[in-house]
């Protein structure tokens, strides 16, 4: 699955052919929202200080994807439930 951006009504193009994001971090105005993907569908948000650690930041969020990530991935939903 590319990222794509779009181009105009109906057309698209790829902006990102390595693959699926698996993280981000967005400079907000008043702090740092960093995002991990989970797993298919679901993510991790995090919001810190301007002033954070961010090499922290990141390291404590990737230790608690790891060990809960598994029970904050949702169930798949079934069609018309």
Do not use: H, W
Request: hydrophobic share 40%.
């Amino acid at each position: 699955m590319n990222v794509s951006a779009a181009c105009g009504p109906g057309t698209r193009r790829a902006v990102a052919p390595a693959g699926k994001p698996t993280q981000a971090l967005v400079g907000m105005e008043r702090g740092l929202m960093f995002v991990t993907a989970i797993s298919d569908g679901s993510s991790l948000s995090v919001e810190a200080a301007p002033e954070c650690e961010t090499d922290l930041v990141s390291y404590e969020r990737t230790l608690l994807v790891d060990a809960v990530g598994d029970i904050l991935t949702p169930a798949a939903r079934t069609p018309g439930a």
